[in-house]
C-alpha cells in the first residue's frame, strides 16, 4: 500500500510537470464611452466573459476630412469621452484586474473614414499635426499618469502617416519621453503592411477587419479558409519586424454577409444573423489565439450597460446577450 501510494503521488507530479501552462493571451473589449462614470455593476460582465484587458477610447473630433482642428477633452462631450472619464474608467477597471490600453481615437464628423483625413495645404498639414500633437500627448501623459500597460498612438490614419511620415516618427519620440509603457498603432487591415513606424513600436496593431467569406450565412469552414489567404503574411509580417501581432480591434457584426465586408457600420445592413457572427468569431478565434506570434487583441464593442446591450435582436457588433458572447467567453477562459 505504502508503495503503491509514493508511486501514485510521484506519477502526479510528473503529469503536473508535463502539463503545459496557458499560454498568455490580451483578451480585450473595447469599452465603449458612455454619458455617465461606470461602476462595479458595469465591470462584472466583462468578468464574466473571462476578459482580462480593455482598451478605453477618449475621443477628438474633426469637423470634416480636410479640416486641420481636433476638438477634445471638452465638456460638449461625453463624460468616457474626456480625460477625467477615461481616467474614472480606467481606475475602476483596474479594481477587478483588468489590464488597460489607452486608445485615444478621431471622430469625423458624419462617420467619415479616418483614414481619408487629408489637408489640402503645407499651412493645414502643420496646424493638424501641431493639433494631433496636443492631443495624443495630451493622453501619453495620463497612460503614464495611470500606469496604462499600452498606448495607442492613432487608429486608421493610413493618409496621414503616408503623407507626413517624418512626423509620425518624431511624435513617437516625443511619446516616448512621456510615456514609459508599450506602445502600438491601430493599422487598418489593408493598412499595415506599409505603414512605415513599427520598428518604433511594441506590437503591431490591425484592427482586423479582413474579408473573411462571401457567403450569406458563412460557415466556419468557410471562413478559415478565408484566413488562408492572410494568416501567412501576417505571421511572415510579424516575424520580419520581430514584433508581436496584436488585433488593436477584432469583430463581426451580427447580420448576413458578416464575414464579406466586416469593416461595415452603416445602417443599411439590418437583417439580423445570429450564425454568422458566431461562426466568423469562432474562426477567428481558432485561427489565432494559439499562436506564439499573436498577442490577443480587442473585441469591438462592449457596452457598459450590459443589460441593455445587444441581445438577439441587435444587427451591429457588439456580441452581448448574444450566441457570440459565449464563445468569446470559452475561448477567453483557455488563454
Not at 466583462?46 to 480636410?66: D, K, S, Y
Request: with cysteine; hydrophobic share 35%; charged share 25%.
Amino acid at each position: 500500500m505504502r508503495i503503491f501510494f509514493i508511486t501514485s503521488i510521484l506519477l502526479l507530479m510528473c503529469s503536473c510537470a508535463m502539463t503545459s501552462p496557458r499560454p498568455e493571451k490580451i483578451n480585450g473589449v473595447s469599452f465603449v464611452a458612455s454619458r455617465e462614470p461606470i461602476n462595479d455593476t458595469h465591470i462584472y460582465p466583462v468578468n464574466h466573459i473571462n476578459a482580462n484587458w480593455a482598451a478605453i477610447m477618449p475621443f477628438g473630433f474633426i469637423r470634416e476630412l480636410t479640416h486641420p482642428e481636433i476638438v477634445f477633452n471638452t465638456n460638449r462631450q461625453w463624460f468616457g469621452e474626456t480625460r477625467i472619464g477615461a481616467k474614472q474608467y480606467i481606475e475602476s477597471l483596474r479594481k477587478h484586474h483588468i489590464k488597460i490600453m489607452l486608445k485615444p481615437q478621431i471622430w469625423v464628423w458624419r462617420g467619415e473614414f479616418t483614414g481619408g483625413i487629408k489637408m489640402a495645404s503645407e499651412a493645414d498639414w502643420k496646424q493638424l499635426e501641431d493639433s494631433y500633437s496636443k492631443y495624443i500627448l495630451e493622453y501619453a501623459n495620463l497612460a503614464q499618469e495611470v500606469h496604462a500597460e499600452i498606448f495607442c498612438i492613432g487608429t486608421e490614419l493610413e493618409s496621414f502617416i503616408d503623407h507626413r511620415p517624418e512626423y509620425w516618427k518624431q511624435l513617437i519620440v516625443e511619446i516616448r519621453k512621456i510615456y514609459k509603457g508599450k506602445l502600438t498603432y491601430a493599422a487598418n487591415w489593408n493598412e499595415y503592411d506599409r505603414t512605415p513606424f513599427w520598428g518604433d513600436l511594441d506590437y503591431i496593431g490591425i484592427d482586423a477587419y479582413f474579408p473573411v467569406s462571401d457567403e450569406k450565412t458563412p460557415t466556419l469552414e468557410a471562413c478559415k479558409n478565408g484566413w488562408k489567404v492572410y494568416k501567412p503574411v501576417i505571421k511572415v509580417f510579424s516575424e520580419s519586424h520581430k514584433k508581436p501581432i496584436l488585433f488593436t480591434e477584432f469583430g463581426y457584426r451580427s447580420v448576413d454577409y458578416s464575414g464579406n465586408e466586416p469593416w461595415r457600420s452603416d445602417r443599411t445592413m439590418t437583417v439580423v444573423n445570429l450564425e454568422a457572427q458566431s461562426n466568423t468569431t469562432k474562426a477567428l478565434f481558432e485561427e489565432f489565439w494559439n499562436e506564439d506570434w499573436f498577442a490577443g487583441g480587442f473585441l469591438w464593442k462592449w457596452f457598459h450597460n450590459y443589460t441593455d446591450a445587444g441581445g438577439e435582436n441587435d444587427s451591429q457588433f457588439t456580441p452581448q446577450n448574444k450566441p457570440a458572447e459565449t464563445i468569446i467567453k470559452s475561448f477567453y477562459s483557455k488563454y
